[in-house]
């Protein structure tokens, strides 16, 4: 991949992949990178398929999405995630806690809307970007501060072990999900045009277009087998 330019956050020149090439070389890429699902790598998109011919040489370029630059940024999401517990440990009052999350959420949440609709830094979670961290650390302190309202102040707690119980699973989840285990349960054993899933509880009426139509449904099916296995 020849690059020639500077500034660049597309597939083939950010400055993630320029590091972790200086730093590590190609051969421990990851060697299958999410961009191969874009158009201009293959009739398949959004899915996976056989790149084009005429695909650009990025398309077949490897990239390591959580490399040495993407790192440091993940780091920082790790450090608001222990700034969100230090604020529940040291301060016991509802009140005080919410105002620590709920605030902190909106700073965060705005700087990272104002960062990708200016085009200064762009969302972006292959590149970890600093607007990505600070939208998914803004979302999921505000997320929180409602969840915390629910179960600690109204005492709405039963409608929410299922995410009790993922919680004290997480490690067990992460790898299944990781591994495409919940995926490929749903979605991954195709019969004729419909998954195993599928097969089981629907009929081909009401999953029509079933590939498409499980793609959207995916995340919810995932949910409800983690809250299965947990």
Known sequence: VIC??????GPACNAV???DRQ???VNHFYSHPVWRHLKECTFS???EGPLREDAPSWCYAPFEPEGLLSSISAILSGTIGIHYGHVLIHYKG??????QWVSMGFVLLTLAIILHFTNAIPINKQLYSISYVCFTAGVAGLVFSGLYILIDVWGFRTPFLFLEWI????MLVFVMAAQGIFAAFLNGWDIGLRSMFLSMFGTQREWEHSYMSS?????????????CTS
């Open 4 to 9: 020639g330019m500077r500034g660049h956050i």
């Open 45 to 47: 998109s959004p899915g």
């Open 215 to 227: 793609l959207q449904k995916l995340p919810f099916g995932e949910l409800l087998l983690e809250c």
């Open 94 to 99: 509802h009140l005080d806690r919410l105002k």
């Open 17 to 19: 992949g320029y590091v």
């Open 167 to 170: 919680g004290m699973n997480s």
């Open 23 to 25: 730093v590590w070389g």
